[in-house]
């Protein structure tokens, strides 16, 4: 009846929206799917309670029950955010948003191929994007799942999480141990991936068949979701892992001095230094203020690094990453990590000019002249003095990390670089989510050949069983031969794909044997 009605008033079926709902037991919500591409999603899901008040500073906690069918077609509100140090010198020697900032962010969004009225697919591989942006900002609203499912010949379902970021999500300190929880922006990581868990099914995905990727602090976020429970996560939240320039800065203990000290700036400029109790003061402090503090507290720290980041707690992250990885104490069956080829140059000031001792140093306050004359020695003749304390940037804190994860995984990791030129941090993006600009690189050989072998990979495990006929080559594992892909352009006036395998530089891997080697003084 209702199709007749609309033909006699003109309307053309395809334009009419269908309204698919779930109901996930404490809430029913309703989606939509778009015309163009069949492709269903549901915005700002609620997969946890909202964090504030006495949950401030706590483990999430589930969503309360809610009456009536919720919309679930808006962008939810993004976490509050901040931004990196700017700062010339490390104190602790001594976004025009489209969506609203708020404390209250913990959603999810999903997005699964379907029919014009959005029947889920069943038992698809599941995606769960984890975003990045320092653990200081970011949000679900900036990737869209429908691009990697197009990748993907419609082979997979997306979720895209959102986690509490800087102070909110990463305070840390002997009272927040005693009174909270440590690494609360983890643990709603966590918490988010049990939800798929339990209820990806409704939304046609398999909770058997689970990928966790991320960029960045994303791709941070994945490595300590990869070590989490010293790897012995219950129930088995993910199968695959995969990292785009792995993230791991100083990751101190929660009651080392230098962790001591940010909570205790953080606690006098929240004016609670006066408090009988320094956490509930904190927790009843006005969300303004503490918004203010934690711009402030980062702003403040050394350039390009993060002030509020994962702590070792002893119980979620039982110790060192690196130790976790060295002893293969990991999650997760499979691993696929990429890096940029020049990933610390967006972290240095590029208008100083440190020698590498001095910035070592700088960046690693637990240094001492001993290590910092080995690194100095390590770097020399590696280009001009700025190119290398570029070079220590990116591969003390991305590039390394992601050898220590590939041999944690062995056998079972891929490792890739992105080279096309200039090859920075997060340049890759754009090539495997399409809707956030146009990629430099604009050809399509090249774009359906690296973005492929990601969707691949969550398919299958392995980039190898390509879900369509691309130009990758045979992709070894990185156990054979220390081998890895590299996706480049030709130099030439009309540049043309560059892929092929490569054999990673052995000094490379030799400055990263040092920086594994002081891991209990860079705090990884």
Known sequence: MLTIKLLLLGIP??????????????AQYQGSVDAATSITSFLGIRYAAPPVGDLRFRAPAPPLNTAGVQLATVQPNECLQ????????????????????SEDCLFLNVYYPSDAVGTPPKGLPTLVWIHGGGYLSGGASSYDGADIIAQSNRGVVVVVIQYRLGLFGFLAGAEVKANGALNAGLLDQDFALRFVNQHITQFGGDPEKVTIWGESAGAGSVLQ?????????????????????????????????????????????????SAANALTCLRAADTTLLSTVNTNI?????????????????EFIVQRPTLSFLEGRVNGQALLSVTNAFEGTDFVNQSSNPSPAEYSLELFPKFTQTQADIVSELYD??????????????????????????????????????????????????????????????????????????????????????VSNTILPQWNTFAVGNTEMLFNETAAASPQPDIRPITTNSTLLQRCEFWNSVGNLTGQ
Request: glycine share 8%; with cysteine.
């Open 298 to 314: 980062n702003s403040a720290g050394f350039f390009g690094t993060f002030t509020t980041a994962p702590v070792v707690d002893g």
């Open 82 to 101: 901040s931004g990196s140090g700017r700062s010339p010198t490390n104190p602790l020697e001594a976004r025009a948003a489209s969506v609203v900032p």
């Open 13 to 26: 079926l395809a334009v009419v929206q269908a309204a698919p709902t779930v109901n996930l037991g404490f």
């Open 381 to 466: 003749g590696l280009g001009t003095q700025l190119f290398q304390v570029n070079a220590i940037q990116g591969e003390s804190i991305f590039i390394c990390p992601t050898y220590y994860m590939q041999n944690a995984f062995f056998g079972r990791s891929f490792k890739g670089e992105f080279a096309i030129p200039p090859a920075l941090h997060s340049e890759d993006l754009v090539y495997y989510f399409p809707s956030r600009g146009t990629p430099p690189f604009n050809n399509a050989q090249f774009i359906n050949a690296f973005a492929q072998s990601f969707t691949s990979f969550i398919i299958n495990q392995d980039p190898n069983i390509k």
């Open 225 to 273: 979701q990869v070590v989490a429970n010293g790897g012995k996560t219950v129930p088995q939240l993910f199968r695959g892992a995969i990292t785009s320039s792995s993230f791991l800065p100083s990751q101190y203990d929660f009651d080392d001095p230098l962790t001591e000290f940010i909570f205790s700036e953080i606690v006098v400029q929240a004016n609670c230094s």
